[in-house]
């Protein structure tokens, strides 16, 4: 099990994870980069996501699993586009 966890806490010390863990927003891109990497090592996770409204921002909620009784998750603001009325 040491080597599952070396591969977790290498998979957090990589760029895409330390975006995640210390910005407000990201972008799209930045979670399929995420989600890539976790697949790649082979580690379980699920993925939410929370369409934008008037009310509350776009968001997705990245559950990973460490073992049964072990789990990180993380809440993801994307990145606002820009509206297809916006004119410069």
Do not use: C
């Amino acid at each position: 099990m040491a080597s599952f966890e070396n591969e977790v806490f290498a998979l957090l010390t990589t760029d895409v994870f330390k975006k995640i863990i210390g910005s407000d927003t990201l972008q799209i891109v930045q979670l399929n980069a995420a989600i890539t990497l976790l697949i790649k090592v082979g580690i379980p996770f699920d993925v939410v996501f929370s369409p934008g409204t008037r009310r509350a921002a776009a968001a997705a909620q990245l559950t990973i699993y460490i073992n049964p009784t072990t789990t990180l998750e993380f809440t993801i603001s994307l990145a606002a586009g820009g509206s297809i009325f916006d004119i410069d």
